[in-house]
């Protein structure tokens, strides 16, 4: 389940083995949930399973309350704005990878399937002391299955509204001293009309949707100290998208996410993490406007976690490589980031400490320095007082910089100043998080008269976050809602497409083999420009959905979804749309395996 502090993981590939209640994020090492200094929403394999929903942004929506927006349906461009910031300045990794995009910044969530992913930890907040360029609104790791989870297979197969089909299947399990993980899936839909009257690309035809999935993992254990493996994902999407009345424009995009790794208990106390990956985001457009646009990443990452007394200190390297390959001529298709990192975290009795620094050597932006700092009080077992503060940065992109004729190559990196304070209550199944978080972003990349973007604008994006995970009278609830004010230091108005509240419900019941839920999500108004233009507003909306699944026998069961029961016309983007109240029915088998454990 959901839970607002942490949940049963176990941290794929991470520096150690770890055990329930762990996550890695927050901190880059292992820790139990309930010690982090901030705040960590952890969203499981079993909790996408029974939400029954199919795609990545809608399940952030739903189960970690964020805000979210998407131009269509499947596999349309969808991004999140966590805690205001923009879509690109919050960071996605895959299995401590990055896959953004060098052109866009952003990553293609809409390309990620459900299917492959084991969970998902939520950190918001800023994480460039951490992570470095993007982690302005935070960090969102993305884990891949494996054998390390729960051993088992799965076969699952699915249809719905719009012609919506798909199956997927996966075993992970171990022999003796190695670990196996593959899955693999498909999904495929017609689709809805993504644009409408009175957009000037809309096409009234139908927008359809394929993709094709897989992942690998290996792991040898040499002893319980030295472990080596490989990780391997990929995901190719064909989607239709409007631009123009008669054309057939489609976008195939392949995302591709590639490591080594070995990890080694070099003593009682050091152990060492040395990651070499490769991530890769195709886009290849047919259409109106055809084109390619190649984004490459070789990384590597090498971290040393080491017990102290009370506490963990952490220390490590990066490299990341930008390269990019168009047939749009830029003047710059590379870059490449050396970056150190340190980091504390540990207890005395009731006090919590974390600090952490970072340098980012950017070849095109040269050093960028963020550091951070987090305090924790617990007054008794049941209450916890935390603050935080710290700094974050983005680096533009290849279109901010490069882009011919929009684009401006003297541009800086966004910069911001954060801080947040909070209080958690945990009693028994109940746990409540208030968070209040005030965000400063000076240099903020805006686009002129001449649509040529410029270092000009500040934003406060300051609120509050309230979550709430409990069990009472049989149910089991799970809540997220933020009052937030994402505006232009300089004129005051709301930031584009941000509202000033957000949030979601879920509220679960179980009845013998039957597991009954309810959902809510809402999201007050917003507009869909940088100066409040009355034509670009976006109404506030509430999206109620149900949920039912059925184990009708040991290793079977369904799953039947609702979205938007009472049929809510909604924009996320202004002249895109959304789908009207839809279904869809799953059928999972999951056979009990056996592992073959020394």
């Known amino acids: 389940m959901v839970l607002i502090l942490g949940n049963t993981v176990h ?72 805690r205001g910031a923009n879509s690109n300045q919050t960071l996605i990794l895959i299995d401590g990878l990055r896959v953004n995009s060098a052109t866009t910044g952003a990553t293609a969530l809409e390309n990620i399937p459900l299917n492959q992913i084991e969970r998902i930890e939520i950190v918001p907040g800023p994480l460039s002391s951490l992570y ?99 990780t391997a994902f990929q995901s190719f999407g064909n989607t239709r998208f409007d631009s123009g009345p008669s054309t057939d424009d489609i976008n195939r995009q392949t995302l591709s996410a590639f490591s080594l790794y070995t990890r080694n208990q070099l003593t009682a106390k050091w152990e060492s993490l040395l990651r070499i990956g490769l991530s890769r985001d195709n886009s290849e457009i047919s259409g109106a406007f055809p084109g390619f646009f190649r984004t490459t990443q070789p990384q590597l990452t090498w971290q040393n976690n080491f017990k102290l007394s009370g506490g963990s200190l952490i220390a ?51 050093n960028q320095t963020t550091g951070s700092v987090g305090y924790g009080y617990r007054l008794n077992p049941y209450l916890r007082l935390r603050a935080s503060a710290g700094t974050a940065f983005k680096a533009p992109t290849f279109n901010d910089l490069y882009f011919p004729g929009f684009s401006n190559p ?41 649509f040529t973007p410029q270092n000009v604008n500040e934003a406060r994006i300051n609120g509050g976050d309230i979550s709430y995970q409990g069990s009472f009278a049989g149910f089991w609830a799970n809540a997220h809602f933020t009052v937030q004010n ?70 079977w069961s369904f799953n039947l979804r609702w979205n938007n029961v009472f049929n809510r016309n909604y924009e996320l983007v202004q002249n895109f749309n959304t789908p009207g109240s839809n279904v869809f029915f799953a059928l999972r088998y999951e056979p009990q395996l056996k592992s073959n454990q020394p």
Do not use: C
Request: hydrophobic letters at 35%; a negative charge.
């Open 410 to 450: 003297n541009l800086q990196p966004e910069r911001s100043r954060s801080y947040e304070t909070g209080v958690v209550v945990s009693a028994g199944e109940h746990h409540l998080s208030l968070i209040y978080f005030d965000n400063r972003i000076t240099d903020l990349i805006a686009l002129d008269n001449t």
């Open 11 to 82: 941290a794929e590939d991470e520096l150690s083995v770890v055990t329930e209640n762990v996550v890695v994020t927050a901190a880059r090492i292992p820790q139990e949930a309930s010690q982090s200094l901030q705040p960590v929403i952890v969203i499981t394999a079993d909790d996408i399973a029974e939400s029954g929903q199919q795609t990545l942004v809608e399940v952030l929506q739903s189960r970690a309350g964020l805000e979210i927006a998407s131009t269509g349906g499947f596999g349309q461009p969808s991004g999140v704005f966590m």
């Open 486 to 555: 994402p505006v232009n230091s300089s004129t005051g108005q709301l930031l584009q497409r941000r509202a000033k509240h957000y949030g979601s419900f879920i509220i679960n019941r179980n009845l013998g083999p039957w597991k009954l839920g309810a959902e809510l999500v809402t999201s007050g108004a917003r507009f869909d420009s940088a100066n409040e233009d009355p034509t670009t507003r976006l109404p506030g909306y509430a999206l109620y959905n149900l949920t039912a699944n059925y184990a009708f026998a040991r290793e």
């Open 316 to 366: 490590g390297f990066e490299f990341l490589d930008q390269k990019l390959a168009s047939d749009t001529p830029y003047n710059a298709t590379q870059r490449d980031i050396r970056s150190l990192f340190g980091g504390y975290v540990g207890e005395f009795g009731p006090h919590g400490m974390q600090l952490n620094v970072r340098n980012d050597d950017n070849s095109q932006f040269g």
């Open 132 to 230: 470095g360029s993007e982690a302005i609104g935070g960090v969102i790791q993305i884990f891949t299955k494996s054998a390390k989870y729960a051993p088992g297979a799965s076969i699952s197969a699915g249809y719905g509204s719009f012609n919506t089909r798909s199956v997927s299947g996966g075993i992970n399990t171990r022999f003796n001293d190695t670990d196996f993980s593959l899955n693999a899936g498909y999904f495929i839909s017609d689709g809805f009309d993504a644009t409408k009257q009175p957009a000037f690309q809309h096409n009234p035809d139908l927008d359809d949707y394929h993709n094709t999935n897989y992942s690998l993992k290996l792991a040898q254990h040499f002893t319980t100290d030295h472990e080596i493996g490989l």
